[in-house]
């Protein structure tokens, strides 16, 4: 066992419990017996099933919907430390392996590309300022933050803002004042 092959299912990557099952010399219904319980002990402490392991289905010999679950990085590790010896070895070697190609292959394609100033109107800067701002708020990012990163993106594309575009919140421009 030397290679894992991933399914990338919206935007993620995942393994296939019964590439899995392969892999640890496993039946897979033993092995999905083993994630159902899994998921009922990260269910019962109120942690995300889906950072781990997603139900999913397939279509066996006998054109029969059969049960099995897409696993996440995290899934394989929990996975795998519960394996000793040389299956644990070799199969946290190929999933490691799997997913490190796989992160690598991302970052090539998704590397920061940058517009000229002339390729791209100030409505369409707007929109992606806009579109940062709604993303960023969603994640809890603090105002300032999203200055800063609205701030970039009109510099990259040459829109001129005032210099004091970014405000300091008051309790960062105080001082304290020492007492003799």
Same mark, same amino acid.
């Given at each position: /066992?030397?290679?894992?092959? %991933? ?7 995942? +393994? ?8 640890? =010399?496993?039946?897979?219904?033993? %092995? ?7 998921? =009922?002990?990260? $269910? =019962? ?11 999913? @289905?397939?279509? *066996? ?13 995290? $899934?394989?590790? /929990?996975? +795998? *430390? ?9 199969? @946290? ?14 970052? @090539? =394609? ?17 929109? !992606?300022?806009?579109?940062?701002? *709604?993303? !960023? ?11 800063? !990163? ?9 829109? +001129?803002?005032? *210099? ?9 421009? !105080?001082? /304290?004042?020492?007492?003799?």
């Amino acid at each position: /066992m030397n290679n894992l092959n %991933l399914i990338k299912t919206d935007g993620q990557f995942y +393994a296939d419990s019964r590439d899995v099952a392969e892999a640890i =010399e496993r039946e897979h219904g033993k %092995l999905l017996r083993t994630i159902r319980e899994y998921c =009922e002990y990260l $269910g =019962e402490a109120k942690i995300g099933l889906s950072d781990f392991f997603v139900e999913a @289905t397939y279509t *066996n010999a006998q054109n029969k919907e059969m049960p099995c679950y897409l696993i996440t990085r995290k $899934g394989c590790d /929990m996975i +795998a *430390n519960k394996l000793t010896g040389k299956k644990g070895v070799l199969f @946290t070697a190929a999933y490691v392996t799997a997913f490190e190609k796989m992160h690598e292959q991302l970052a @090539t =394609e998704h590397e920061l590309q940058t517009f000229s100033s002339k390729s791209t109107s100030v409505g369409e800067v707007a929109t !992606m300022i806009k579109t940062l701002r *709604n993303v !960023m708020k969603d994640q809890k990012s603090s105002p300032i933050k999203i200055a800063v !990163m609205a701030k970039g993106l009109c510099q990259q594309f040459g829109v +001129a803002i005032p *210099n004091d575009f970014v405000e300091k919140p008051q309790w960062e421009q !105080m001082e /304290m004042e020492t007492v003799d």
